[in-house]
């Protein structure tokens, strides 16, 4: 069992549309959550960091964590044809430690 | 900012030559790199962490006679594919992480480097 599992995908909405992406994880160590976004051909992006449990917004993004549950989410509001792109989860037990990344969840948002 | 790049950004080489990928930091100094590579649709596969001045850390199942990495400043890392075959054909992203806290003690990535082997 990977330690990391993402949903997989792909995902497609139309412009406008609330967006959910989701990981779940095995290891309860896990303290730092990050969300990377990685267009086509392109490195991947930090877009949210967050530790410990709990909601963490920037913009029309907002990072929730449940560490009961070992699950975490990024929504997307008000989606845009921008953000379609591949979306991975990483988290890690420590700040100096190495992050394990899901497999990632393509987006394609529709105008 | 925190910008890393990668040079070249796309290689093409015959098989059983040797193929070298830089990743600079571009505005700030990064202790620590990694290495990836990642397959299509597949998620990134960390293959090594170097730190500056000291040997690279290679992770189980990655041959480190074959990839080569350097890290002899605080703002370069080399990896060298040495005797390339078509199965070392990828996608390969270094990053870059920078001393302090919170979010700027964070990974950032290169743009990556797409290698293939003929």
């Known amino acids: 069992q990977k330690e990391v599992e993402q949903d997989p995908g792909p995902l497609s909405v139309p412009e406008g549309a609330i967006v959910s992406l989701n990981c779940t994880y095995s290891?309860?160590?896990?303290?730092?959550f990050m969300w990377y976004r990685q267009y086509s051909r392109k490195g991947p992006e930090l877009l949210m960091y967050?530790?410990?449990?709990g909601n963490k917004e920037d913009g029309r993004f907002t990072a929730q964590v449940d560490k009961s549950s070992k699950y975490i989410s990024l929504f997307i509001r008000d989606s845009q044809p921008s953000d379609s792109a591949t979306y991975l989860c990483?988290?890690?037990?420590?700040?100096?430690?190495?992050?394990?990344f899901g497999d990632g969840t393509t987006l394609t948002v529709k105008p | 900012g925190a910008v890393v790049s990668q040079h070249p950004s796309r290689v093409i080489c015959k098989s059983g030559t040797s193929v070298k990928i830089e990743c600079r930091s571009l505005?700030?100094?990064?202790?620590?790199m990694f290495w990836y590579r990642q397959f299509p649709k597949k998620s990134l596969m960390l293959m090594a962490t170097?730190?500056?001045?000291?040997?690279?850390?290679?992770e189980q199942g990655v041959e480190k006679d074959k990839f080569l990495i350097n890290h002899a400043s605080l703002t370069l890392s080399t990896l060298t594919v040495t005797s390339a075959h078509p199965e070392d054909s990828s996608f390969y992203i270094c990053?870059?992480?920078?001393?302090?806290?919170?979010?700027?003690?964070?990974?950032?990535f290169g743009p990556g480097t797409r290698l293939t082997v003929t």
């Open positions: 990053s870059a992480r920078r001393s302090g806290g919170g979010p700027t003690y964070e990974q950032y």
């Open positions: 290891n309860s160590a896990f303290q730092y």
């Open positions: 967050t530790y410990s449990s």
């Open positions: 990483a988290m890690k037990n420590t700040n100096a430690g190495k992050s394990t």
């Open positions: 505005d700030f100094q990064a202790t620590t």
């Open positions: 170097s730190n500056e001045g000291s040997k690279a850390t290679y």
